[in-house]
C-alpha cells in the first residue's frame, strides 16, 4: 500500500470536504468487523492455528500502541548517555532502541553524562579534519615522539569476530576516558556502515591514509613489552627519546594477556606517548580496574560495577540503518506481539563441537527447570478425534522464543515441538529464527549485519538463554541489562554438563584473558581474592568480572 499517497489523499480531502462529497467515512466497528470476519471464519475451521493468529494480531496491535506513547519514548536519551544533538534519519537506532529494552537495572552517574559530554567535546577539536589532527599526524610521520602535545590518540584496529571487536572496542573507549586520549576505529571493508557515528559533530573513523594499521603482532618491535625488553623504554624515564608512537597488544596467548600490560608503573610510561596503536580480542576493560591510579575515576564513572559495558555499549553501539532495517522488521513482524520474548543462543565452537544431540537436551533442561518454556503433551487432539476448543484470545499467552545459531537445527527441533503439540500450561509459543549462515563469515559485511541485527534482537528479549565462552552472547546480555541464563560447560568425560545452566553474579562480560600481576612484585597475586569488585567468571575458571 502506497501510504504516502493516502496521506497526501487524505490532506487533500479533510473532513468538511467528505461532508460536501456525501460520503460516509466508515467507522471503527465497521473497519473491525470486516478485518475479524474472515479470521472468524477460518478459527472455525482450522482451530489453534487461527487462534494464534488473532492472538496475535491483538497483541501486535496493543504493543504498536504502546510503542509510540510517551511513556515509551520517556528514555530515548538513555538517562542522558546520549547526546540529543544528532540528525535522527542518519541513524534511526539511535534514539529508538530504547522503546524496545527493557527499563535499565543501572541508573547513570551524572559524572559519567560529564566525562562523555567532555570527551565529544575533545573528540570535535582533535578528531579527523581539524587542523590540531592534521598537525599531530605530521608529526607522528616526522617520527617526532617527544613533547606534550594538544591532542593525543589510541587507534583501535579490528581483530576475530564480532562479539570480540565489541568488547575491545568498549575497553578502548574506557581507556582513551581515563586517559584523555581520542579514540580512532580502523573501518575495514567488512564493518563499513555497520555501527554510527557515536560522537556529534565529529568521526571516529581513522582516516584511510593513516600510516600505521597493519602488520602488528606481539613480536613487533614498536611492542610496549619489547620495547621494555630492549631498552628502549624504561620505568625510571631514562630511555632516551620516545619512538613516534607505542603498539599495545592485548591479545590473549593462552588465556593470558602479556606482562606489563596492566601494571601501574607501565601505564606512567605508556601515558608519555602521543600515539598509540591498539590489538585487543578481548574485554580488557575488566583489567583497568586493576590500574590503581585509574580506579578513583573508575569509581566515580561506575557506582554499580557491573554496568560498565552495559552503559558504554548502549552508548557507543548504534547499528547503521541497513543493519536497523534487518531488526525493525523481524523485531516489528514476529516478535513486538508476544506478551513474553524468550532468546536461546547457541554457539559451536568448531574446535570443541558439543553433538546437536548433546546441546538440545541441556538447553530443554535449563528451559524447562527454570520455567522458561513450558511442557508440551502428545495429546493435540481429543479422543474423539477432533481438535480440542482454541482458547479464547483474551486468555492465551503468547511466547516468542528467538533462536540464535549458525545452525539451524535447534531451530527445527524446537520449533517441531511447539508447533506439533500443544503445551501443558495453555500458552501459545512461537519459534523463529532470523538466519543460519552455517559457519562464521568475519570477513562478509552481510554476515556481520546479520549478526549485529541478531545481537540487538537477543537483547529485547525478556530472558535470555546463552553459551559459556561466547563473547556473542556476552555482548548481547549486558546490552539488555538482563543476567541470563549460561549454559554450563560440557563435562566431556561424562558428555553431559551436572547443571544445565545457572545465572552469573553480574550483566558484565567475562575477561577471558586476565593479566599477570607479578609487575614488580615476586609473585602473581589473585585480584579476585584482594579486589571486592572482582570474581572469577562462572563459565571461564581462571576469567575475571566485574560485579556489586
Given at each position: 500500500m502506497d501510504t504516502d499517497k493516502l496521506g497526501e489523499e487524505a490532506a487533500a480531502h479533510p473532513p468538511e470536504a467528505e461532508k460536501r462529497r456525501g460520503v460516509a467515512a466508515p467507522g471503527a466497528a465497521t473497519v473491525l468487523v470486516l478485518v475479524a470476519l474472515p479470521l472468524m471464519l477460518v478459527s472455525y475451521f482450522f482451530g489453534d492455528l487461527a487462534a494464534d493468529t488473532v492472538?496475535?494480531?491483538?497483541?501486535f496491535k496493543e504493543s504498536s500502541s504502546s510503542s509510540s506513547s510517551p511513556?515509551?519514548?520517556?528514555?530515548?536519551?538513555?538517562?542522558?548517555?546520549l547526546s540529543p544533538e544528532f540528525d535522527e534519519a542518519s541513524c534511526l537506532s539511535r534514539y529508538e532502541a530504547s522503546s524496545r529494552w527493557k527499563p535499565s537495572p543501572f541508573r547513570v552517574s551524572p559524572y559519567l553524562v560529564e566525562r562523555l559530554r567532555r570527551y565529544e567535546a575533545n573528540h570535535r577539536r582533535c578528531g579527523p579534519g581539524t587542523a590540531r589532527y592534521r598537525d599531530a599526524v605530521a608529526r607522528l610521520r616526522s617520527g617526532d615522539g617527544d613533547g606534550?602535545?594538544?591532542?593525543?590518540?589510541?587507534?583501535w584496529l579490528p581483530i576475530q569476530g564480532l562479539g570480540n571487536r565489541m568488547l575491545s572496542l568498549v575497553s578502548t573507549f574506557l581507556y582513551a576516558l581515563l586517559t584523555g586520549r581520542v579514540v580512532l576505529v580502523h573501518e575495514p571493508p567488512e564493518m563499513e556502515g555497520l555501527f554510527c557515528e557515536p560522537f556529534p559533530g565529529t568521526s571516529w573513523l581513522l582516516p584511510p591514509d593513516f600510516p600505521y594499521k597493519g602488520g602488528f603482532s606481539a613480536a613487533s618491535n614498536e611492542s610496549y613489552v619489547n620495547?621494555?625488553?630492549n631498552g628502549v623504554v624504561r620505568h625510571d624515564g631514562d630511555g632516551g627519546a620516545l619512538?613516534?608512537?607505542?603498539?599495545?597488544?592485548?591479545?590473549?596467548?593462552?588465556?593470558?594477556?602479556q606482562n606489563h600490560t596492566f601494571c601501574e608503573e607501565d601505564h606512567r610510561v605508556l601515558d608519555?606517548?602521543?600515539w598509540m596503536v591498539l590489538r585487543s580480542d578481548s574485554y580488557f576493560a575488566v583489567a583497568l580496574f586493576l590500574v590503581p591510579a585509574y580506579r578513583a575515576e573508575l569509581d566515580r564513572m561506575f557506582p554499580a560495577k557491573g554496568s560498565v559495558f552495559h552503559h558504554l555499549g548502549r552508548y557507543l553501539f548504534h547499528p547503521g540503518n541497513r543493519a536497523w532495517g534487518i531488526v525493525e522488521r523481524f523485531y516489528d513482524g514476529y516478535l513486538a506481539g508476544a506478551d513474553e520474548r524468550l532468546g536461546i543462543q547457541v554457539r559451536i565452537v568448531p574446535q570443541m563441537a558439543v553433538p546437536f544431540d548433546v546441546m538440545y537436551e541441556q538447553i530443554l533442561r535449563c528451559t524447562r527447570e527454570h520455567g522458561l518454556l513450558p511442557q508440551v503433551t502428545s495429546t493435540s487432539e481429543s479422543a474423539g478425534g477432533r481438535p480440542p476448543p482454541p482458547p479464547t484470545a483474551t486468555a492465551t499467552k503468547v511466547k516468542a522464543v528467538l533462536v540464535v545459531s549458525l545452525k539451524r537445527e535447534y531451530y527445527d527441533k524446537l520449533h517441531g515441538a511447539y508447533y506439533t503439540n500443544a503445551t501443558a500450561s495453555g500458552e501459545v509459543v512461537a519459534v523463529y529464527q532470523p538466519s543460519h549462515d552455517g559457519d562464521q563469515h568475519t570477513e562478509a559485511r552481510a554476515h556481520n549485519e546479520r549478526a549485529l541485527a541478531e545481537i540487538y534482537l537477543l537483547s529485547f528479549s525478556d530472558a535470555v538463554v546463552t553459551t559459556a565462552w561466547s563473547t556473542f552472547g556476552y555482548v548481547a546480555h549486558a546490552l539488555a541489562g538482563v543476567r541470563p541464563w549460561q549454559l554450563a560447560p560440557l563435562d566431556w568425560g561424562k558428555m553431559r554438563a551436572d547443571v544445565a545452566c545457572a545465572r552469573p553474579a553480574s550483566v558484565e562480560p567475562c575477561l577471558h584473558s586476565p593479566p599477570p600481576l607479578v609487575c614488580r612484585a615476586r609473585r602473581d597475586r589473585d585480584p579476585a581474592a584482594?579486589?571486592?569488585?572482582?570474581r572469577h567468571c562462572e563459565d571461564v575458571p581462571a576469567g575475571l568480572k566485574l560485579f556489586d
Open positions: 492472538v496475535r494480531l491483538h497483541r511513556a515509551a519514548a520517556a528514555d530515548r536519551l538513555l538517562g542522558g548517555l606534550d602535545a594538544e591532542c593525543r590518540y589510541v587507534v620495547m621494555l625488553k619512538p613516534p608512537y607505542v603498539y599495545l597488544h592485548l591479545e590473549q596467548i593462552h588465556l593470558r594477556l608519555r606517548f602521543n584482594h579486589l571486592p569488585f572482582l
